[in-house]
């Protein structure tokens, strides 16, 4: 088994040749990862543009303490009127600057008299007025390839009259549970040894919720035929072909097995992990397969660790899980020599991060209950020890 370590420089070393590119209507690239650049083709304002309802002034005439009120500019008019010495233009929100005035004084600064204003609090020379380029100027990168676009990207997008983008296709995720015990949602339990699956559920959502695209496939047989059809089948379609279960080392595991005989390249089996260290990531051309543990908690830790990076990896992005610092509220248990990833309870208390085990239970790692709660995961190394209060620990933040 190789160090940690070593697996994750494994992951980061791959090279995918083939990402797939389309272009999306705006409103439906949200959660995709930007395929291009995004330069601003023009500036934003264009021309000096008003920031508050008020008076466009020329500041030198606020010494003159009582200005005539020449025109009005609505916001999205064209103004012919310039201000001169002595006067002012009534000017809203959004509208351009009037020629000749460089400063808005606000409503609230002035008092109306007929058709002049009387001015009331003075304002700094060119208060409240939009400088062109002030939102971005032409030739600006503005959004990076490789962005997950949200709500502001979109936003930005729209301002720039960009109404398609290119994107990466998001990957297609084929999931499949091995075990003859396992009963689908719905299927009836026939005797005690038969167990609900639930590692090929939340699977699908650890894709749904990391950019990638689920292919469900169910649960299959712990027989070697109908595990190495699936496979097969699995690859034909999706870019990502993830197991559950088989990658062990007993009579029935016979996934990894079949990877093996598919042909494809094995570019590691085993991590000296706790959970996981049966895991097993394979490569046939530009599809790859991740033997996943069968125990629920093993297998969804694992996961997070290999599988985001992978699905990450067709879409030209980078992912790292964030890891921050935090204070144990209790003692730990160091239990082997492996990297260990525990799930702890997670709270940040006037600016600090703490952790404590309350309601985690001591067991294998099928306990996935452990994975309630607003958790983080904290991660010692194979050459940590056992904790104590107060000690400075790294954790493995999850939202």
């Not at 040894?193 to 990638?212: F, P, T």
């Not at 292919?215 to 999706?238: E, F, R, V, W, Y």
């Not at 029935?252 to 085993?270: P, Y």
């Amino acid at each position: 088994m190789i160090h940690y370590n070593e697996s994750i420089k494994k992951i980061n070393n791959i090279e995918i040749n083939n990402k797939k590119i389309k272009s999306l209507a705006l409103l439906d690239a949200q959660n995709y990862i930007l395929a291009e650049d995004i330069i601003a083709n023009e500036n934003s304002p264009e021309l000096p543009t008003s920031a508050m309802d008020g008076y466009a002034i020329i500041h030198e005439d606020m010494m003159l303490n009582r200005l005539k009120v020449s025109s009005i500019n609505p916001a999205g008019a064209i103004l012919e009127d310039e201000v001169i010495g002595g006067t002012c233009i009534k000017t809203f929100t959004g509208s351009l600057m009037p020629h000749g005035a460089d400063t808005l004084i606000p409503l609230e600064y002035v008092e109306v008299e007929g058709n002049e204003i009387i001015i009331k609090e003075e304002v700094p020379q060119g208060f409240s007025v939009r400088e062109v380029g002030e939102n971005y100027s032409k030739g600006q990168l503005l959004i990076a390839k490789g962005t997950k676009i949200d709500f502001p990207q979109i936003g930005v997008l729209a301002s720039l009259n960009i109404s398609s983008i290119k994107v990466y296709e998001k990957p297609v995720v084929a999931i499949l549970s091995t075990g003859s015990e396992l009963l689908e949602l719905g299927e009836e339990q026939t005797n005690y040894a038969q167990i609900r699956s639930s590692n090929n559920y939340i699977l699908e959502a650890i894709v749904k919720k990391y950019n990638g695209k689920p292919l469900q496939l169910g649960c299959i047989k712990d027989d070697k035929l109908s595990i190495t059809t699936a496979i097969t089948n699995a690859l034909i379609t999706a870019d990502i072909v993830v197991t559950t279960g088989g990658v062990s080392v007993g009579d029935f595991d016979f996934v990894k097995d079949v990877i093996c005989e598919l042909g494809c390249d094995v570019i590691f089996k085993g991590v000296r992990i706790k959970p996981g260290q049966h895991i097993m990531l394979a490569r046939k051309e530009n599809k790859f397969i991740i033997g996943l543990p069968g125990f629920a908690y093993s297998s969804t830790i694992t996961a997070l660790l290999y599988l985001l990076p992978l699905i990450n990896k067709f879409q030209s992005g980078t992912f790292t899980l964030k890891m921050i610092k935090a204070k144990l509220k209790e003692p730990f248990l160091k239990k082997s020599k492996k990297t260990e990833f525990t799930a702890c309870n997670v709270s940040l208390i006037y600016g600090e991060y703490y952790v404590d085990f309350n309601d985690k239970k001591v067991g294998t790692s099928a306990i996935l209950t452990n994975m309630l709660g607003n958790i983080a995961l904290l991660v010692t190394s194979e050459d940590e020890s056992s904790k104590s209060i107060g000690d400075v620990v790294n954790i493995i933040l999850l939202d």
